[in-house]
């Protein structure tokens, strides 16, 4: 992860970072670590991802999801974002992808491009996703968007 220093990985392993997530998740007293960003540690960034992914109720998991985004700085806890809670709201899901696609930041359009390919593939799918993806342009490393 070339973004991401050295120094600011603990080296927690994911399935015992996703089991944490899953306790943490239940908690009523959660908000105060998922509004103390920006985290100091990826392994944190990584937590607070499989968090925001197992949250139920879609407006909490979409107004968690819009505050950490900006705050996503490599390509790992980008990828392993993925809202379970998304899935039944599509519809509403892809009006935040429309306005993710339009960010300057590099992760966030990432997230935008990976929850279409999640999505979207399949029955709901629609060229005008084909153009929203082929309208990106970046030149950052591991990008979706080449």
């Known amino acids: 992860m070339p973004t991401v220093a050295s120094d600011a990985v603990i080296g927690v392993r ?24 920006p985290h100091r540690y990826f392994d944190e960034n990584q937590l607070h991802a499989f968090i925001v992914s197992e949250m139920k109720d879609y407006d909490k998991c979409m107004e968690e999801v819009s505050c950490f985004l900006p705050y996503v700085d490599n390509w790992a806890t980008c990828d392993q974002m993925s809202p379970k809670v998304f899935r039944k709201h599509r519809k509403g899901l892809l009006d935040h992808i429309r306005v993710w696609m339009q960010s300057d930041e590099t992760y966030t359009v990432r997230f935008a491009i990976g929850m279409l390919m999640e999505h979207f593939l399949d029955e709901d799918f629609h060229t005008e996703y084909l ?16």
């Open 14 to 37: 994911t399935p015992e970072l996703r089991k944490y997530a899953r306790q943490l998740v239940k908690r009523e007293d959660i908000s105060g670590f998922l509004n103390d960003l």
């Open 131 to 146: 153009e929203m993806v082929a309208a990106v342009r970046s030149d950052e490393y591991n990008s979706k968007c080449l």
